[in-house]
């Protein structure tokens, strides 16, 4: 199967450029590596020109959309198999797409997603969180695992995920314009079309943020945002109970490591999670003013608040 890689870049910085030789070393031949940048400051081009099959578009930061510029790149592959990175994603090793596209073997597959393991940086909660969403062993879901799984079923990452190119296109393509989440919206929609998405954990990135309380209260703000905005795939579908397992489990972790002080700051950081993802949620409700202020993406809002 032939597989491009696709890579939104905002002012990339050094990862930018681990992710590019890692990419250009992996086993599995890749084709192209398609970059679309948002213009902003220098560009890394000494990077991009490492290798013929890096093809760079830059684009205005007016027309940055997650979901619109990924479709922006899709356009430009007629690959088998499209392989979705961020610009902050490096992978463990020459064995990342090998892994990844292995599991297209199986023609029922429609997306998969990579294992992202904590940089070496990483603090202690969140390196914990990495594991709960990441965990060492592989699964494959399909719409009936909502039953079992809730929310987390319909998971997946554009921090590194591969899509079959005809599925892709049978589910519509990424949304056109999404605040956040294309990814989950887009798993969702191929899994109630009849298609499977596997998680591969074999297939292991470098990728993790040690976000404020702010930074996780807007991200979490434009998560149920998007929740809010996509019932054909969310409605009915419970988010909170995930949220008070990894809590729970965070917790009991930091006990056990004789850490309980951490306990607080997890309170506190789950509060501000939570609250971001209640109003989120009910967004339509609030002054449009406050909704811009309580995004961390607040140029999606330009065309309904002026």
């Known amino acids: 199967m032939t597989v ?3 890579i939104p870049t905002y002012r990339p910085d050094w990862r930018f450029d681990r992710l590019i030789q890692k990419l250009i070393r992996q086993t599995y ?3 192209n590596i398609i970059v679309i ?23 205005s930061s007016r027309e940055f959309d997650h979901g619109g510029t990924r479709n922006m790149a899709v356009e430009m592959s007629d690959a088998d198999i499209i392989v979705c990175m961020t610009q902050d994603a ?9 892994h990844l596209i292995s599991v297209f073997d199986d023609e029922r597959i429609g997306c998969a997603y990579a ?16 594991g709960f969403n990441y965990p060492d062993k592989s699964c494959v879901k399909e719409e009936s695992s909502v039953e079992t799984m809730g929310i987390k079923a319909f998971f997946c990452s554009n921090v590194c995920a591969a899509y079959r190119k005809s599925s892709y296109e049978e589910a519509g393509g990424f949304v056109k314009r999404a605040i956040f989440n294309e990814d989950m919206i887009m798993a969702g929609r191929m899994m109630k079309l009849g298609w499977k998405c596997a998680y591969v954990a074999e297939a292991e990135v470098i990728h993790s943020h040690n976000y404020s309380c702010i930074q996780q209260f807007k991200r979490n ?3 149920a945002v998007s929740q809010a905005d996509y019932p054909d795939v969310f409605e009915g579908i419970k988010s909170e109970s995930e949220g008070i397992k990894l809590v729970s489990q ?3 972790y930091l006990l056990r490591i004789r850490k309980p002080w951490l306990i607080v700051k997890l309170v506190v950081k789950s509060g501000f999670k939570y609250l971001g993802f209640l109003l989120g949620k009910n967004y339509k409700k609030l002054p449009k003013r406050l909704v811009v202020r309580c995004s961390s993406n607040p140029k999606y809002w330009t065309s309904v608040v002026q």
């Open 29 to 31: 031949p890749i084709r």
């Open 4 to 6: 491009d890689i696709i």
């Open 90 to 98: 490096v992978p463990k090793d020459s064995n990342l797409i090998d």
């Open 250 to 252: 965070t917790a009991a």
């Open 115 to 130: 294992r992202q393991l904590p940089a070496d940086d990483c603090d202690v909660i969140e390196r914990y969180t990495r």
């Open 221 to 223: 703000f434009d998560l």
């Open 37 to 59: 940048n948002t213009k902003a400051g220098a560009f890394p081009w000494e990077t991009t020109g490492l290798d013929p099959r890096i093809k760079v578009k830059e684009i």
